[in-house]
């Protein structure tokens, strides 16, 4: 259980940079499948509210503690993106910071402790359940895998990847789900078929948060 | 197939990303007299807010749908509007400073189409307006009956019925009702109001420059919402009387009015369907109302609830009373509607 892995503030900053640049760059791929069963605006709403927490992460002079980073990156969120993907990541990434708290480091448990309180906070809110065609249901199994690895005793880079394949699978098993929250669900059957947007950036967050551990670690 | 450079969008645009913030501007230079862009805030208030010991009436939603919102604020409706980007929710900070800028100490209804981005952005702007002293009485507007309402799912869209709503809750705030009987008119408007779309063709946001979806020749989209979204089904192009008689049949099987009641009935365009079709459909609305033994004592024809160029048309149904009439025929002072004044 004992990893060795321990979290900076730099680590949280790098992450929320990467997921700004990787969102950037797949906004027309996350616009597409919301234009399929939504009203197609996920890339550019995501773009904006990534692009603006990367903004006020530039601004602030003081150091401050991953989770205080966190709280102010879900902040951000809220007050840019709008729509329900503003509300749903900037309550994850809060309460993942308030799960943090005021501590310089974090160890690999806190992290998977963390995510377990983002998507708490994302069910409280949503109240999406799995297999309802929504982020939840790409979450939901990697913070398991999280867990799981963490709990065999795996470094923090090998459970993480092991918790991004859950979430690439989990994103992928949303494809033949008839969505019963958001927008798709107007849709009904018509919501069939398609890939989830809010899971696929699920994916491609939790992707970022793997790639910078890995390099940081 | 050649591919050619891109072109400029067929839109009466500068950039994209400015359009929201210069129609808004454009609103206001148009209506001065009637209410003030707060470019900062991005919201558009009533002239002469915060109107003491008046309850404020605060609506939004994603732009995209003009008039609604900021074509409906004025005298006798609503005091503010937060404007979305295109067809996405505003932010709770929008919505807390359009409260907080309309409370004239009576508190504030918030009219929220029901919608999973507009219910949990502004769930947290009511959440930060208790904080700072404001009470505040969240009114859900859920009408379309194209969507199934279940306890699994987000629930029926607010549509058509939202214009209603405003105008009638608008009505009693104006008359000086307290806020838990303004909120009890607008609930008391959604229960008793019934919609149903269809579209012709699909709709084109600037951000995107693409249409939403593509509908062939002949075809339309039946049950959609406001927001380019497919609809329900996809069917062939039928006669003006056969497609009203499947909206209202969808309409009217769910509301179920009384017997020979009185009914406010609205013809909606979606924002490219023109008004010698609008007033083709309001004639065999009135037609099937009077044959199901219903009668459509008020009316309201025109494209009042957009999705951008969109050609459709709604049909909503609000079973009326004869309170909800004498607060729909008081007067109204906004953009978008006026009468009695």
Known sequence: MITGSTVRAQTIISWLKEIETEIAEQSAYLTQLDAAIGDGDHGTNMNRGFTAVGRVLAEQDEPAPPGRLLILAGKTLISTVGGASGPLWGTALRRAGRSLGDAETFDAQQLAEALDAAISGVVELGSAEPGDKTMIDALTPAAAKLHQGLDAGEPLEQALAAAVRAAKAGAESTVPMEARKGRASYLGERSIGHLDPGAASSVIILSALQRVVARDQ | ?341
């Not at chain 2, 007033?279 to 999705?307: C, F, K, M």
Request: with cysteine; proline share 5%.
């Open chain 2, 1 to 341: 197939m050649t591919t050619s450079a891109p072109s400029l969008m067929k839109k009466f645009i500068n950039e994209p990303s400015d359009v929201l913030k210069e129609s808004l501007s454009g609103l206001a230079a148009a209506h001065g007299d009637l209410l003030r862009y707060d470019a900062d805030a991005q919201i558009v208030v009533r002239r002469d807010a915060p109107v003491k010991g008046k309850v404020g009436l605060v609506s939004g939603g994603g732009a995209g749908h003009e008039p609604l919102h900021g074509g409906f604020v004025g005298h006798g409706m609503l005091d503010a509007a937060c404007p979305g980007e295109v067809f996405t929710s505003p932010v709770p900070d929008q919505m807390l400073a359009a409260t907080k800028a309309v409370d004239g100490g009576a508190g504030v209804v918030h009219i929220v189409k029901n919608y999973t981005g507009d219910v949990l952005n502004f769930k947290m702007a009511a959440e930060d307006a208790a904080d700072e002293g404001v009470e505040v009485e969240s009114v859900l507007v859920d009408d379309d009956v194209a969507v199934q309402d279940s306890l699994y799912t987000a629930g029926r869209r607010g549509v058509g019925a939202t214009v209603l709503l405003e105008k009638i809750a608008g009505a009693a705030a104006e008359r000086g009702d307290d806020l838990a009987a303004v909120a009890a008119i607008g609930r008391r408007v959604n229960e008793r109001a019934r919609s149903f779309g269809v579209a012709v063709s699909s709709c084109t946001p600037p951000a995107s420059g693409k249409p939403m979806f593509d509908l062939p020749d002949g075809e339309m989209e039946v049950g959609i919402g406001i927001h380019g979204e497919p609809g329900r089904r996809r069917e062939a192009v039928r006669p003006a009387h056969q497609i009203v008689e499947t909206m209202l049949e969808a309409v009217l099987s769910d509301l179920k009015p009384a017997a020979g009641a009185s009914v406010l009935a609205f013809v909606n365009g979606m924002g490219g369907t023109p008004l010698i079709e609008l007033y083709l459909l309001y004639n065999e609305v009135d037609t099937q109302l009077r044959a199901a033994g219903l009668n459509p004592t008020r009316n309201l024809v025109g494209s009042y609830i957009t999705s951008l160029e969109m050609a459709g048309a709604s049909i909503t149904v609000l079973e009326l009373d004869d309170e909800l009439t004498a607060l729909w025929d008081a007067p109204v002072h906004t953009p978008a509607l006026r009468w009695g004044v």
